[in-house]
Every structure is written in structure tokens, then in C-alpha cells.
């Protein structure tokens, strides 16, 4: 055995390789590869190992240690591998092949001589033969060349076993739900379809949430649908229910140390995987078998799984059974035949086609009435197209035995009448002259009515009765002429409509003559659902309807890409917020001060700019980028269209007004005021000046504004004529001359008067700042008048508050407006008091102290503002000097200075 195997070393040598699997370990010694020169070491395929533990531990790229005796260690000295040389069957009936017959029986590795399918070099490729096996070679073609499709995917699946291997031993495995590390004690479930591993906890919730119509659920991985959930953690065979890992053991976390025994992915392989459970997808089968082509003409031993392909055509019976498949040797199953056969139908009026079957097709009916005509030669068959003969004539000599009634036969009647018998199928029946009496439809069910008509044929006329007709709901109970029955008596409906709610309480049942307890209502609720893209299909019913069942299974990113929500994602779910700058670029050009943002238009930008005017008058600084234009509130002084005047209008955007202009015209008049008039082209027209001019009388005191053009013609000097009319009527001369001024004055009236009068008083009086109004002067109390030597900046604030809301009061359309002012003391509530009935007002206390205040109401129609304030009454009053006694004879007095702080001087009020 040593000799064929090459190197003398025993079945339980193993060479330490890498983990990636890329190089296999040598299961029965090294050999030569007799295409590529090098050293080529075995692939393990399914040991187990002996002693007395009967799990195996035999997995694929482990490190072994080597022992000159042949045997090898697998993580202890006690533990080693079972020696099967004495049984050379073992393997293969476990599936398996070993190096030394997977390679060297398919290359000629045997004996070291060359065997079957062996390669040789180019002065040899011409023989058919090999040395020593004698065997046939097929093609000429060496195994990897036929069989290069499914090397690349064996490699494949080699490196995603070691790799899941190595992750799951490390703890570096990722699950796709949580995204977080799977641990080596954690309760795992994995894929058999795309191999990812994940938590067992994050796979319930997933399961219960990514749910699909049929009832099954969907891998996050690759969205295989399960329809099952997992129930319990299971190793990756699903043999060992909760499996325990001990890190010594040497074993893959999660895995349950017995043969795997999972039936291979291959099509036509019946052999189960003899690997240690492990994760990822099971190694292709390495056993040879019987290898039949497509259609069956070519067979050859071969590995398991492997497509042999003839060339020549199929020629396997079609499930037809009559053609035969005219493809090219295919594996699985030939298509279906093409062929079609035509059938007629039972009358022969028509044919249609029908795919090609070994049973013939029976004919069908087409539904046209059938045209043939009945046994008796005379008269068409009524049916519809039937299988078979038709159906007799009813009005043969034989057939008809009575008259239309069946009240008497014919051969009576014949006798009774008189009549020739008849011959054939066309004479007419004789009829005896009695009454129908055939059982009509009409009546009720226990009395039916019955034909009143003489002996007819034919059927019979309608009946002239009424019938008692009461619908199933009640609703209508009474006679009905029997022409106007449709249905039976005890069968009748009734026009009217169902009023109740259905169970979905919004549509009512409408149905007519409805007789049912619960209506149940049976249209679609059609409401627009949370998501606002789907409607409700559920039938109508009362409540919220539900969320939207549409899950999409695609990541929803934010408009940057950097916030991601994983699937399953629900119907209308919003993109996650996300706090990176927004990436979109601004028409601006100024950098991006939002967060990244699903709607499609970003938020108008706030950057502080220098912007223009509409007018260009002036920049202005610190304007909002968002700003599309500012006025400076200036004239906007652009020409017009008539040439004479600018704009006038605040600085505004877009055109100036296009229509007439109509700004008074500038053009100085004789008397020296603009014409005024609107803008016009050409002369000014002749009209009277309109501009307002100042007159006053000789002391200052009257004045008026009168049109310039009524200046010499006003109705002052109307007044004035009027009164030297009656100094001409007195008797008295007048100087009419004075009305021929232009410029007139007005003439001074009483108050001019009594103002000169009381001016020569102040000075004859040497006062100084008299008053010399007539105006009425309020008197203020001394307390009062105190309280301004104390604080005249409050009796001040006072007097602008009163001014200021009697001001109001006069300007508002309500009656009355209300201040308040702040808490304050006594003696400054007091002088609020006092003050505000000097300006008409109403006021009044409110809250208690120290929060009191004084809330002050102006009346419109009643309040008013004092002639003279406080302070400046107070600021008149000053103290006159007595009159000096002038005496030549008496001696003059001492003069004593009081001591009194506040002096004993009187205090003349001159004008109190």
C-alpha cells in the first residue's frame, strides 16, 4: 500500500498548510503531478477519527502534527485517526475519494505507471491506450479540462468555508441585523443559502418583521424567503439542539462535532456530506459513479455530479407521447411539444386547435344552434350544437296521441269531428274545444291558476287574474295582475332599499327587499394609508386602518449617503436625520450652513451680504443672501416719460409707472406760485391759482390762508364792505380805497384788543413773562404746587403721560382710552389724582400696597389739555418787591432780617 501511495507514509500523515484551504493536506502520502512537475499533496476527504470517543474530529485545514510510525495527533496525544487500510471500500461508499483515487486512478497514479485518462505529451497524445490499466480514454481530455466549469466554484466554496472558520474561531464574524461581532457562546442561526451567520435573538425580531405575503420571511443576506421562524438555536447541521463549544476541543464554535450529513447542493448527487459539521456550503462530492449523458446513448464512470454530454440529438419521447425531443443532448427534462391538433366541433361548423396529446381530444360544442334537421325530414332541430343524433320530432303521427290539452286523443277526435287522421309530422293537431286547463305560474303555491283558454297550441296566453303577492321583507302585501309577475307569488321582491348601516358603519346596505340581520359590507375601504403612497385593501370596516404591509428591502440613505436605515424598511418611513453639512451645491456659491436634508430644495441662505438697491441709490450692509432686493426708502427719482418730472415713488423694483403723468406742473405763474395743474404739453391753461396764502391783522394775532387768486376779492374783504355799508348807512364817510389792495390785512377784533391792553398793564407793572391770553388758568392746589419745588422731573413725566393719552383719546374711535402707571407712594398717587382732573380725566386706585397704582381714563369727548401746566404756573409766580413808603419827615427804620426759615414776605399772585 505504501508503494502505490507514494512516499511510504500512512493514511494518517497531515502537512501542516494555511488556513485559507488553498492547499490541501495529503491524505495518502506524496506524488508527483504529471502535468505540472511539482509536489502535490492529497485532499482530505471525511475521516473520522478512533479511539474510544465516537465523535469524529477530521476537519479540513487543522494543523496536525506528524509521527514516524505513520499515525498523526489531532490536539492530543491519545486521540488518533482510524486506519482504514485494511478496508479500501470504506471511502467510496461514503461518497468520498482520496487523493490516491480521485487523482491518481482518473491520471494513472497507480503503481506509479500510467493508467486511465492519463496525459501524455505531445509525441504521445495520438495513443488511445495507457500503460498498465488498459483502460479507454475518453477524449483525450485530462479531468481538470472537462471539468474547469466547476473548479473555480469548488475553490470558491473552500475559501468561504476556511474563512467562515476563522471568523467564527476569533469571534470576528459580523451579524447583518445588529452589525455588532457574533461571540463564540452566543446562540447563532446561519443561512443555507448564502452561509451568513447571525445572532439568534436579531434573527427572531427580523423574522417578525420581514414578513412576505405568502407567510414566509426573508434572509437579510440574500432575501431567500423561509417559511419557517426559527424556533431554537441549533448547530449548523441542525442535528444538536443548544451545541456547547469548548475552546480546547479544538472544534468550530457553533458546531456540533458529528458528521454533517446534509444532502449536497449538486443536481443527481444522492450522497450526504461525511465532513464534521461545519459552516459554509458542503464540499462537492468526490465519488465516482456511473455517469449517463442527457438522453441516456452515452455512459462512462465519472465524478458524481458530473454533466456528460453526448452531442448527438435527444430523441427522448415528449410528454406528448407521439414526438420525440429534436434537441441536442441536454440534461433535465426535454420541453414541451410544439406540435398542435386541430378538432372540430360536434355539428362541424367549426374547428380550434389544442396542443398535441398521444390521447386524442373528443369534439366540442361551439354553442351555435345545431343545422341539421330532425328524423322526420321536415323540421330543424331546436338544440344548441350536441354530441349525438338529434333529438326526435314532437309532432309525428306516433308522438302525438291527445290534443294540445290532453284532455281527449285524437282518435275521439277524429271520430267525435269527423276528421281525416294524420299523415304526417305537418298536418295540424285537432283540437277539442274544452278548456286548457294547464297549470300556469301564476297563484299562489298551494292554489296555482290555470289556463282559462279553449284547447290551444302553443304555449298559453297569459292569464287575466290578479294574484296576492307579498314580498319576503314585508314591505309589500297586495294584488298584482298576473301579466306582471316575473317570479313566483312566494317568491316576490319589493322596490324598496335597505336604510341600515352596513357593519362598517359609513355605507348603507341598499339592497332590495332585503330580509338579512347583520349587513356585513363587501366593498373595498380604498383610504389612503399612513405611508400616503398605497391605499387600504382591506374590506371597509370602522377604525384606523392599518399600517402599510410594504416593506422594501433596500437601504433608505439620507440625501449624502453618510445616515443609513437598514431593512426591512416600512412604507412611507422618512430618511434618517442626518447631521452632516448639507453637500448640494447653492446658486450663491456660499458655503453650506444646514444639515443634510431630504427635501428636494435646500433652505434659503442667510449669509450677511452688500446688496444694491433697486434704484442704486446706496449699498446696504448685513442683507440676508435669501434677500432678493431692498428700497432705501428714498424718492426714486428716474425720469419720466414726459421729460419734466422724476419718479416720485419709494425705490421700488421693476419699471416705473408707464401711464399719464400726472404731477402738478412746475411753471411759475405772474403772481410768483407754480401752475399746479397736472402735467400737460404746452401753454399753462388759464385757471385761478390755487396755492394758499398767509394774511393776518396788524398785531399778529388773526390769521388766515385764502387762495392767492381770492386774495383781493377774499371773503374778508367781503366782510370788511359789509361793514363800511354800514357806516355809510349811519351816515359816516368811507374810504373805499382800502378794498382796491391786493394785499389785504385783516382787522384786528376784541381779543387784539384786550391782548394790547393787558401788554401796556405788564409794563406799566414792570412784570416781566406776563400771560396775556385770555386763556382760562387752572388753579392748582398747594399741595400741588409742593410737590413741583420737590420733584419737578416727575410732576414733568406726569403731565407727558396725561398729554399724550388725552392726545390718544382724541385721535381713537373708541370713547375712552386707559394708562396705567406704575406703583408708586401716596403723595405721588395723590398728585396723579389731583392732576388728572385738570386734564378731565377719571382715575382710580387699584391692588394694595406696596403694588398700588392709578389707572387714568381719558374720555374722547370730555378730556382736554390744560392751557398751563404745572410746572410752568409754578415756574410764573414770582415774588414783586412792596411799593416804597417816600416820607421827608419820618425818619427811617431799622431793617430786621426774620429768622423763620421760610420767611414772612406775602406772595402776590398777580394774575391767580
Known sequence: MSENRGGGRGRGYRRKVPRDGREGSNAGGEGRDERTGGEKRGRRGGFRRGGNNPRGRGQ??????????GQRYERSEGRKVRNVEGDPDFWARNGVMGEERTRSDMRGGFNGGRGRNYEFNEGERGSTEGKGGGMKRYGGASRGQRRGGNSEQECGDVDLRARLSEQLERGLTECMV????????????DCHNCYQVFHFACIKKWAKTATTESGGWRCPGCQVVTPTLPRDYRCFCRKVRNPEWNRNEGLVPHSCGEVCGRARAWAGCVHRCVELCHAGPCPPCLAVVTVECGCGKLSRGGRCGEQLGCGEVCDRELGCGVHTCQEICHQGECGGCEQVMEI??????????????KV???????????????????????ELCHQGPCQPCNLTVDTVTHCPC?????DQLYMRDSLTPRANCLDPVPLCGETCGKILSCGSPSSPHTCPTPCHTGPCPPCPLTTSVRCRCGNMDQELACMQLTTRADDARCGKRCQKKRSCGKHKCGELCCIQVEHYCTLLCGRLLSCSLHRCEQVCHRGNCPTCPMVSFDELTCQCGSAVTFPPVACGTKPPDCVEPCRRPHPCGHPMTHHCHSETTCPPCTQLTTKLCYGGHEQRRNVACLVEGISCGKPCGAATACGRHTCTRPCHPGPCTTVTCTQPC???????HPCASPCHDGDCPDTPCSTSVKISCDCGLRKAGVPCSDNAYSRVTTALLATRMQDVQAGNSVN???????????????????????TRMAAALQITNPELTSKIIPRYSEFSKDWVRRDATFCTMVHTKLTDLVKLAKESKQKSRAFSFPCMNRDKRQLVHEYAEHFGCESESYDSEPKRNVVVTALRDKSGVPSVSLVEYVGKQKKAPPPAQVSSTAAPKPTFTPLARGGSEPKIDWFG
Not at 445588529?178 to 442561526?189: D, F, H
Open 178 to 189: 445588529c452589525l455588532e461581532r457574533v461571540r463564540q457562546m452566543q446562540p447563532t442561526w
Open 344 to 357: 372540430g366541433c360536434h355539428c362541424g361548423a367549426s374547428a380550434k386547435t389544442v396542443p398535441c396529446s
Open 736 to 758: 373805499l380805497a382800502e378794498l382796491t389792495k391786493r394785499d389785504r390785512k385783516l382787522e384786528c377784533n376784541d381779543d387784539c384788543l384786550k391782548i394790547d391792553r393787558n
Open 666 to 672: 412746475t411753471v411759475t405763474r405772474p403772481c410768483g
Open 360 to 382: 386524442l381530444s373528443p369534439p366540442y360544442s361551439c354553442q351555435a344552434p345545431c343545422p341539421l334537421t330532425l328524423g322526420c325530414g321536415h323540421h330543424p332541430c331546436t
Open 60 to 69: 479540513q485545514g487543522y494543523n496536525r502534527q506528524e509521527r514516524e510510525d
Open 406 to 410: 290532453g284532455n281527449n286523443t285524437v
